[in-house]
């Protein structure tokens, strides 16, 4: 429990500092948040391969420019930071907007750009969808958990059909990912690092989604059918 806080307390007074050498200057902005993603980056490289004997092995080669789709089976707040570490370009995930409350999350989703969803603001939902359908046109990445919440239990757990919709709404591959591990190391109503117990990643084959104007729920099924047998 002791090495879990100290390590997590490490990284964010590390990345604390740098962001301080970078304040101050609005025009740096964009280049201060890809340098922190970068060390941070590097930072969670070696951790994950030292402490959690990190795995990954891949059917798709995930240094590809986008756009794509990544869609992840999750159980533990870390999977957002561990499924940035194997894929070259740079993630931009989907989030509910409660973990950006949690302190030291919330820092490292915002350096990351993560793109809020507020459930019960549709307003702000729809902005947050018009930012995502944005960010695939202009060629990146988004990751999106289709849970829309941490795993409680996976037999009852409602799946959402937010990936299949923009991915078909855009036309690009939806590339399902499988964690293994996450939850042990970091349990759902758990702030702090628990174990260090071995995390997996498996990166499956592509999901090919062609652009369509009128979508329907068979499609949108399909697709979300599609994806969930490769992550469970």
Not at 49 to 73: A, D, E
Not at 203 to 211: E, N
Request: charged residues 20%; aromatic residues 12%.
């Amino acid at each position: 429990m002791l090495r879990g806080l100290d390590l997590s307390f490490t990284v964010t007074a590390i990345l604390i500092f740098t962001k301080k050498l970078f304040s101050g200057n609005r025009t740096a902005t964009y280049f201060k948040n890809y340098v922190l993603y970068i060390i941070a980056k590097f930072i969670f490289l070696i951790i994950f391969k030292l402490f959690f004997r990190l795995k990954v092995t891949s059917q798709q080669n995930m240094s590809q420019n986008g756009p794509f789709f990544i869609v992840v089976n999750h159980s533990s707040l870390l999977d957002p930071i561990i499924l940035e570490i194997p894929v070259k370009p740079k993630v931009i995930f989907i989030a509910a907007a409660y973990l950006f409350k949690i302190n030291w999350l919330g820092y490292l989703l915002g350096i990351a750009n993560t793109i809020p969803i507020h459930r019960k603001n549709n307003k702000n939902s729809i902005k947050s969808t018009k930012k995502a359908l944005k960010i695939l046109e202009q060629g990146g990445v988004l990751g999106i958990f289709p849970e829309g919440g941490v795993d409680r239990q996976k037999d009852n757990l409602p799946i959402k059909a937010g990936a299949a919709y923009l991915a078909t709404k855009v036309g690009v591959p939806v590339v399902p990912v499988k964690l293994k591990g996450a939850d042990k190391v970091l349990p759902r109503g758990v702030k702090f690092i628990r174990s260090f117990n071995k995390i997996e990643v498996e990166i499956k084959k592509p999901i090919y989604c062609p652009k369509r104007s009128n979508l329907n729920k068979e499609i949108i099924r399909n697709i979300v059918e599609s994806y969930i047998r490769e992550i469970y």
